[in-house]
């Protein structure tokens, strides 16, 4: 009789002690779900924010150093320097479009757009020469005509690219917003630094740190290796293009940029252009662009086993494999997010192998 009542009176403690614990957890989780609503508009240029700080910081640390320990001045200068690295390109790409736009339109409006007659060697050419030599002559003598045949596949590029320039002119404002909470980051390292370290030390205990050390150091990796080698290239080929004279050269050479972050690789881009040349310039200058193509293309296969993964205490190998996996499942941020989230995730397997793994014992105590 006696237990029973005890554990009646037990029930009747634990059942109030359990609501109110539920009502907390349920508090706790609104909130959190409350205060994630209200920062999501600002998580992708945060994020971007910080991965930029943690890139360019090196560079922050050296100009800290030479204007003797003003960190403010420091992170303001690193900011407009990435400000002008960003606007330039978006300036010249965005003065090529309009003119291109701009002269398509009236030559379309005026009914003057023609298109030239191919020269006699396009024939000729291996594999493509005689269906483009068709087309391209089909083109010159009626070009709507020639073109009738793959208008819907024209129409549904076209809304494609209009959706795709206002997805960039959105992608770009986030950027400018990143650049400016890059610099304020940079502004108060210390303070974040603390913050980072103290949070990772509450999750994982003495090896929080480490962990944070290599989600540094994989972001840097990243942004030499895949970013720092598409920068390379697109700029290589941009000067290229320029230098032959091919018309909206900033337009491929942002293409080109693009398709070299996600591992396409610009060959899509340089080889039409490369035909374009040789069927407009003369042999000599269509054979200097190309050697000079060939380099660029293949330039990355050198410099990403240099740059990627250099410094990391993680094979390249998980690295490439994070940023190419993050970058099909959330897009160019993922590139970092990837690969930082699958060195995290690499480095504690070792440490739980390393947990459950007992090392071996010498020959000789085991012989004793």
Not at 91 to 116: G, Y
Not at 126 to 149: M, Q, V, Y
Not at 252 to 268: D, E, H, M, T, V
Request: proline share 5%; with cysteine.
């Amino acid at each position: 009789m006696m237990n029973t009542t005890t554990e009646s009176s037990g029930v009747k403690e634990f059942l109030p002690q359990a609501l109110e614990i539920t009502i907390r957890i349920g508090v706790v989780l609104f909130l959190a779900a409350m205060c994630f609503q209200i920062l999501r508009p600002f998580l992708v240029p945060v994020l971007w924010g910080i991965i930029i700080a943690v890139a360019v910081f090196p560079a922050y640390q050296w100009l800290e150093s030479a204007l003797h320990g003003r960190s403010r001045l420091a992170a303001v200068c690193v900011s407009l320097v990435l400000l002008v690295i960003l606007l330039i390109p978006i300036v010249l790409l965005a003065d090529t479009l309009i003119d291109a736009v701009r002269s398509l339109a009236e030559r379309l409006e005026n009914d003057t757009l023609e298109v030239p007659l191919p020269p006699a060697s396009v024939v000729t050419w291996p594999l493509i020469g005689e269906p483009l030599d068709t087309f391209w002559r089909a083109a010159s003598a009626n070009l709507a005509l020639a073109l009738k045949p793959v208008t819907p596949q024209l129409r549904a590029l076209g809304s494609w690219l209009l959706a795709s320039a206002g997805q960039a002119g959105l992608g770009i404002l986030q950027f400018l917003a990143a650049i400016i909470i890059s610099g304020v980051l940079l502004a108060y390292t210390q303070l974040g630094s603390w913050t980072v370290r103290t949070l990772g030390h509450q999750l994982a205990g003495d090896q929080g740190t480490d962990y944070i050390d290599v989600a540094e150091e994989t972001v840097r990796s990243v942004a030499r290796g895949i970013l720092g080698v598409s920068l390379i290239q697109s700029i290589l080929a941009g000067l290229g293009f320029l230098l032959v004279g091919i018309p909206a050269a900033g337009l491929w050479a942002f293409i080109a940029l693009f398709l070299s972050i996600i591992q396409i690789g610009i060959i899509p881009v340089t080889l039409p252009i490369v035909i374009y040349v040789f069927a407009t310039s003369d042999t000599v200058t269509a054979i200097i662009f190309l050697i000079w193509t060939i380099f660029v293309s293949t330039i990355d296969n050198v410099l990403k086993p240099i740059l990627l993964g250099r410094g990391v205490k993680v094979p390249m190998l998980v690295i490439f494999a994070g940023s190419i996996g993050g970058f099909i499942a959330f897009g160019i941020i993922g590139l970092f997010t990837g690969a930082v989230v699958l060195a995290l995730g690499y480095k504690l397997f070792l440490a739980w192998m390393e947990g459950k793994v007992k090392p071996a014992q010498p020959q000789e105590e085991v012989e004793n």
